[in-house]
């Protein structure tokens, strides 16, 4: 028997879908990562590339993905492995599909500590921690904080506690279904963005009065120009290229299969291409323009332009922002520390949220799971992940769930969602999909973009990080190449990273016992993570082939 009733639980409205999608997409690497990319890759160098990005793979990524749930959802399929399969036909599919779950729970592990540390930043900004701190001694506070074993900031394993308490917040959301988590994308997207934007006059505004005897210099405009200057030289460069790649799959949450799992839940003639049109272009402007107009220019303006493109890194936010706050006066201090770590919170847990969403989906349609189980067994396997990056933060296992979890399965999974969609399930068939019901017109040359020009560029990104060459070199590497010379690959490869090839060489290089010994640890807790990650995408490959013998039984089928 067909599975064609449309599903129970549905969006109670069209601003709270797309409040909803935008929150999945607007996230920590929105304020914590764009800027850090733009300063690492030329600023305004980064700028151009990264919008063709959005434009050639995030707008084709979010048309597929949004067609591609919807589609799913006629046939009450709320999960990838059968929205995939029921695209595809073959067995295969639906294995492909379970990245969009095992993705989700890997993330939302690591994830959550960091929605913990915003949390826990909120309080220590009200009650005064950092007041009469150096820039060291906020940066010594925050390391001591994610050692959990040898913490000194008060409270024993107070990393766990508000680890711990971050996600039973997010199952107890979650646990409320979709109305919940459209609740919270209610407040929480119109409070992050009000933050931001109180924060981004501030930066705009600060110029040159943040300057000081040891920063002469320093000069707020200094950020912003370094950002804004177009560099049409980039165009040229491949390494910028695929940071502005690689930036989008961050940025818009495409690769996940959330997006797919939101999506299910739409009327089947919702319009989806105005919807992925809007959420992406929701979360740009707070991207490029919110999330450009904070970090680095406040940075700058205190500290100089050429600190921060010395020190620009992902720790600046808890490292740095605390102590620039304390420039301006202890009552400001707080209330712009609550902005900031307020605004990272609601950026999280909007993103969080949606994690949880592609598990329940799979777990209530192919097990008959209801809200509460599916959220808490969801929270119980992020629990279990998650433990390990919080205990062995300092052993490299948070860093190891961001490289396989939150990156290569994210262009693995879109690269084959993208062949899946244009080459299995057909363009043709796609582009009716994608203009059903619709209340905009995708332009034509749109649909030629999505079968050639998406795929190759994630195809591209794919074997970039396969084979990335010494130092990110690229154009040195291919003349060197052809000069007869031989491809060296960077230890951030993916085929040297797998070998734990950069730490058997600083093992091999060190002579002092303890750093050693630490190494050594260190590779065994990433092999150990590694044993994770894998045993974790092998248990819902299991689950998933249980649940289609229960189909076979059932008479059920994925499609028309």
């Given at each position: 028997m067909e599975n064609k009733l449309m599903p129970k639980e549905a969006w109670g409205s069209r601003l709270g879908l797309i409040l909803a999608m935008a929150g999945n997409a607007v996230g920590l690497g929105n304020f914590l990562r764009f800027p850090v990319q733009a300063v690492q890759n030329g600023g305004g160098a980064f700028i151009i590339p990264y919008l063709i990005c959005f434009l050639l793979m995030g707008i084709p990524l979010l048309l597929i993905e949004w067609s591609s749930g919807r589609y799913g959802g006629k046939f009450n399929n709320h999960s990838t492995p059968y929205i995939m399969d029921g695209m595809g036909k073959a067995k295969i599919w639906k294995y492909v599909g379970v990245f969009g779950i095992f993705t989700n729970i890997a993330v939302v592990a690591y994830y959550?500590?960091?929605?913990?540390?915003?949390?826990?930043?909120?309080?220590?900004?009200?009650?005064?921690?950092f007041e009469g701190m150096s820039q060291s001694d906020v940066a010594i506070f925050f390391t001591s904080y994610v050692d959990v074993f040898t913490t000194s900031t008060g409270i024993p394993f107070e990393a766990v506690f508000f680890y711990i308490?971050?996600?039973?917040?997010?199952?107890?959301?979650?646990?409320?279904?979709?109305?919940?988590?459209?609740?919270?994308?209610?407040?929480?997207?119109?409070?992050?963005?009000?933050?931001?934007?109180?924060?981004?006059?501030?930066?705009?505004?600060?110029g040159e009065s943040g300057k000081s005897e040891l920063f002469p210099d320093a000069n707020a405009w200094d950020g912003l120009n370094f950002l804004w200057t177009p560099q049409f030289d980039s165009l040229s460069n491949p390494k910028v290229?695929?940071?502005a790649a690689g930036q989008i799959f961050f940025t818009l949450s495409v690769g996940m299969g959330t997006i797919q799992c939101y999506a299910a839940y739409i009327k089947a003639n919702e319009d989806i291409a105005l919807n992925a049109v809007s959420a992406g272009f929701m979360n740009e402007f707070v991207e490029v323009v919110l999330g450009s107009s904070i970090v680095i220019?406040?940075?700058?303006?205190?500290?100089?332009?050429?600190?921060?493109?010395?020190?620009?890194?992902?720790?600046?936010?808890?490292?740095?922002?605390?102590?620039?706050?304390?420039q301006w006066g202890e009552v400001a201090a707080a209330f712009s520390g609550v902005l900031w770590f307020g605004l990272l919170f609601f950026a999280g847990i909007t993103s969080s949220l949606a994690m949880g969403t592609p598990w329940m989906g799979f777990m209530k349609d192919e097990f008959g799971w209801g809200k509460k189980k599916g959220a808490w067994s969801f929270g119980a396997l992020a629990l279990i992940m998650?433990?390990?990056?919080v205990l062995l933060y300092q052993y490299g296992v948070f860093d190891e769930y961001d490289y396989w979890a939150g990156t290569v399965s994210l262009v693995v999974f879109a690269l084959l969602e993208a062949v899946l969609f244009s080459w299995v399930f057909g363009i043709n068939k796609g582009w009716n999909e994608i203009?059903?019901?619709?209340?905009?017109?995708?332009?034509?040359?749109?649909?030629?973009?999505?079968?050639?020009?998406?795929?190759?560029?994630?195809?591209?990104?794919?074997?970039?990080?396969?084979?990335?060459?010494?130092?990110?070199?690229?154009?040195?590497?291919?003349?060197?190449?052809?000069?007869?010379?031989?491809?060296?690959?960077?230890?951030?490869?993916?085929?040297k990273n797998i070998t734990n090839f950069g730490l058997k060489e600083q093992l091999q290089n060190s002579t002092n016992q303890l750093d050693i010994a630490f190494i050594k640890k260190k590779i065994f807790f990433i092999n150990m993570a590694r044993v994770l990650l894998i045993s974790l995408f092998v248990f819902i490959c299991y689950l998933v082939f249980l649940s289609h013998q229960k189909r076979l039984k059932e008479g059920r089928k994925n499609y028309e």
């Open positions: 959550t500590y960091i929605e913990s540390w915003s949390l826990v930043y909120v309080l220590h900004a009200v009650f005064g921690t308490l971050v996600l039973t917040l997010n199952i107890f959301i979650l646990s409320k279904g979709l109305g919940g988590i459209e609740k919270v994308a209610k407040i929480g997207m119109p409070l992050l963005i009000l933050f931001g934007v109180i924060l981004a006059v501030r930066g705009l505004t600060l290229w695929l940071a220019p406040i940075a700058a303006g205190y500290l100089g332009l050429d600190w921060v493109l010395e020190n620009a890194g992902f720790g600046m936010a808890f490292q740095t922002m605390p102590f620039l706050f304390q998650g433990l390990p990056t203009n059903e019901g619709s209340d905009i017109k995708i332009p034509q040359v749109y649909k030629f973009i999505i079968k050639y020009i998406t795929p190759l560029l994630l195809l591209m990104v794919f074997l970039s990080s396969l084979i990335t060459p010494y130092q990110n070199e690229w154009m040195d590497s291919i003349s060197n190449v052809l000069n007869g010379g031989t491809w060296v690959l960077d230890n951030s490869s993916l085929i």
